[in-house]
């Protein structure tokens, strides 16, 4: 039976509190499982004005309502609001996601600052950010973490080497190259180890390899406009085209508020397509002990996202 591993970024303060019980209660509702991925520090989500000068931004906040989905407080912290320190005030919320069953796992320390900033910062930078991040992890659940998603799919080669000195066994940091269709370019996309410095890292990769939503709506693809009504169709049509294991990123602001009646779609059509909906542990383990790829770092752009981010090599 093929999988659909449902890999969820909680990025900000309010997704935290709102959106990922939420989306704990949808997924017990389905029997379907999933991992969080949680930003542990504050919530500098205001800062994103910041990506007003970057190419392709303007066109995504027309696409997608950033104020209906974030709310307008949200896009004040650390601006015009103080940030909120997630991991401080929001611990309860994490802990009762995974006393619901689900795997947690390190997304960021503050999505913000390495999103914006991890691609060229050194290996210093780097590992003090990701000790915040593990740290707050076991201060939060008591026990050290069993996976991490890289924020923005944003990552540098120190990031990489540091998740095997955590001992992170498997990570979900980057994507899979998809077309403009949204299909994916390299149908043998999925799970391999990266190669760095000519040593080969530990730590399994599992990209993405489906659009998220907000790559999709507001955008025409195959000469029709994709909006709430047809969103998970479209999705669903990618499955059903390609029947094989895949990664899809769900964010809890997102599909855990506004775009809810969404994933409860995806949900549906994916079981009537004969999916497994697992985490990603589960997916993990479905593939522990192939011989996988060595493939090198590599950055590129996919279509509805704006800047590069980390790409599977071909």
């Known amino acids: 039976m093929p999988q659909i591993t449902l890999k969820i970024d909680a990025d900000t303060y309010r997704g935290t509190r709102q959106g990922v019980p939420n989306l704990v209660q949808q997924l017990l509702r389905h029997g379907a499982n999933a991992t969080f991925l949680f930003s542990l520090g504050p919530d500098h989500t205001g800062w994103a004005l910041k990506q007003v000068f970057r ?14 989905h974030y709310g307008l407080k ?16 929001c611990g309860d919320f994490m802990r009762a996601a995974r006393d619901a069953g689900f795997e947690c796992g390190i ?16 290996a ?4 003090n950010i990701m000790q915040r991040s593990y740290a707050r992890f076991r201060e939060i659940f008591g026990h ?5 998603g890289a924020a923005g799919w944003q990552m540098n080669e120190h990031a990489f080497v540091q998740l095997d000195k955590f001992g992170i066994t498997y990570s979900s940091d980057g994507r899979a ?18 190669g760095t410095n000519g040593s080969t890292l ?20 195959n000469g029709k406009l994709i909006d709430a009504s047809n969103a998970a169709a479209f999705l669903l049509a990618l499955t059903k085209q390609q029947p094989r294991d895949h990664v899809f990123t769900l964010h809890a602001e997102l599909e855990g508020q506004k775009l809810a009646p969404i994933f409860e779609q995806l949900l549906l059509g994916w079981r009537a397509q004969g999916y497994e909906l697992v985490s990603m542990g589960e997916y ?16 590129g752009e996919l279509p509805g996202r704006s800047g590069d981010l980390i790409l599977q090599a071909a």
């Open 202 to 221: 530990s730590c399994v990769q599992l990209p993405t390899t489906l659009p998220t939503l907000d790559e999709i709506l507001g955008r025409e693809i």
């Open 144 to 148: 050290d973490p069993v996976t991490h």
């Open 124 to 127: 210093a930078w780097t590992q």
């Open 284 to 299: 993990f383990q479905s593939i522990e002990g192939q011989l996988l790829p060595v493939l090198p770092i590599t950055w």
């Open 55 to 68: 190419p392709g931004f303007f066109s995504k906040v027309s696409r997608t309502s950033v104020v209906e």
């Open 177 to 194: 190259l998809l077309k403009e269709d949204g299909t994916l370019a390299d149908p043998a996309a999925g799970p391999h180890r990266l």
């Open 107 to 122: 997304h960021t320390w503050d999505h913000r600052v390495w999103q914006d900033h991890v691609r060229a910062r050194d």
């Open 74 to 89: 949200t896009l004040m912290y650390g601006t015009l609001l103080p940030a909120p320190d997630i991991g401080k005030t």
